[in-house]
């Protein structure tokens, strides 16, 4: 859901200011450069009784984005940008 995707983002931010770096600003092109970091959702339906909605499929879908992060390896991503 948003709010904890919101607060995985808030946490990567915390890492890099304790690294002694700049908060990710901007997410959408950092996100997409690290795609892999989200575990894909291929399958379900965010539909409630079926008639409208969307289909999770292989890669990005308007149900579920890209997917679910992967805290582990956007740390290690987050980390590791400039």
């Known amino acids: 859901s948003c709010p904890v995707v919101a607060g995985v983002f808030a946490r ?12 990710l600003g901007f ?5 997409y450069m690290h795609a892999s970091a989200f575990q894909d959702v291929k399958h379900g339906t965010n539909s409630d009784v079926g008639r ?6 292989k890669g990005w879908d308007a149900a579920t984005g890209l997917g679910t992060p992967d805290f582990e390896k956007l740390s290690v991503a987050a980390l590791a940008t400039k």
């Open 12 to 23: 990567l931010n915390g890492l890099r200011l304790a690294a002694g770096k700049k908060v």
């Open 52 to 57: 409208f909605g969307f289909k999770a499929v």
């Open 27 to 31: 997410l959408n092109p950092w996100i």
